[in-house]
């Protein structure tokens, strides 16, 4: 079964064409289906690039474009080979390499996210990590990193995924308590040392971010998913905001609001220089206090007054238990 290709918008071209010059100096005269394998693209899409290629250059003196300020290709060899082979070109000398240390730091986010890959993509991850680092100006630096080990079976969720199927798992929310919850899995995120399932949950009827350490008894259901959401469809912000959450009012501290972007807070009002109030939703109140707990001393519940009970009775608590 083919699979259609998203048709390239201008950003992409512009951005595509400036790699496309220095990978035909490096490369020489190259075929355009390794062209196409190479940038992900059609064998189409590659010969409109050419042509677009043709008609680019640099003026001259004079603002006129003469024939030495264009790129030129082998257009025999284009037209009855199929290859491509740069004969002129302008302004563009190399190709621009990764310094060590951003070579370094692509790899170590490539391991650290390894654990979730299947085992039958582990050639693609290498391959991959080969062409970072010959892409880089000198050999990467070593950075040791540790990958976030992943609580459950994922293959539970990958075979949901392919089959269209929901899951079951008993999950223990903020509260200490044990829901059953079934859910249509869209996406893993990871977040620190801590992955989240992004996914329609049956119960709430509503997008839903589990995370995976508080899961049991992950199973595949018989049941097909009943949400048509995909991957494209999800918010940029972990944690979804839904009609049936309730709203609490934070006073926070300015410097502290890039740690709570995940929540997607919304300010209220400029308290002072260094203050503002944001209103986060939450599907449940029990997980106020462990939201605030997460940067003491920088978020103070301001409403409702049921939120501001919970975590005064949760810090009286945790210092019962930490008192001798």
């Not at 037209?79 to 060590?100: C, G, M, R, Y």
């Not at 370094?104 to 290498?126: C, E, F, M, R, T």
Request: include cysteine; aromatic fraction near 8%; glycine fraction near 4%.
């Amino acid at each position: 079964m083919s699979v259609s290709r998203p048709r390239l918008e201008a950003a992409d071209r512009v951005t595509l064409l400036m790699s496309f010059v220095p990978y035909l100096l490096d490369q020489g005269p190259v075929s355009v289906d390794q062209i196409a394998e190479h940038f992900d693209i059609s064998t189409t899409e590659v010969s409109g690039l050419v042509q677009l290629l043709a008609l680019s250059g640099l003026p001259g003196g004079d603002g006129l474009y003469q024939h030495q300020d264009l790129f030129d290709i082998n257009w025999d060899l284009f037209e009855e080979e199929q290859i491509v082979e740069l004969w002129n070109h302008v302004a563009v000398d190399a190709t621009p390499k990764f310094s060590s240390r951003e070579a370094a730091a692509l790899v170590a986010g490539l391991q650290y996210i390894s654990g979730i890959i299947p085992d039958s993509d582990k050639s693609v991850l290498q391959a991959l990590l080969a062409k970072i680092a010959e892409g880089a100006s000198a050999h990467p630096e070593n950075i040791l990193i540790s990958a976030a080990p992943v609580p459950v079976d994922l293959e539970i969720i990958r075979d949901a995924v392919r089959t269209d199927k929901s899951i079951t798992f008993s999950y223990l929310n903020s509260r200490s308590e044990r829901l059953d919850r079934a859910v249509d899995p869209i996406r893993l995120d990871l977040v620190g040392q801590t992955w989240y399932l992004r996914g329609w949950c049956h119960a709430r009827s509503a997008l839903r971010t589990f995370r995976l350490d508080r899961m049991n008894n992950l199973a595949l259901s018989g049941e097909p998913r009943v949400s048509t959401l995909t991957d494209a469809d999800l918010p940029a912000e972990l944690f979804d905001v839904s009609a049936t959450d309730i709203e609490v009012i934070f006073l926070v501290n300015k410097k502290a609001l890039p740690f709570l972007s995940p929540y997607k807070p919304r300010v209220v009002a400029s308290v002072s220089d260094d203050e503002v109030t944001v209103a986060v939703g939450f599907a449940d109140m029990g997980a106020v206090p462990r939201f605030v707990m997460q940067l003491p001393g920088a978020i103070t519940v301001q409403s409702p007054p049921e939120a501001r009970e919970l975590v005064i009775s949760w810090a009286k608590r945790s210092q019962r238990t930490d008192t001798p």
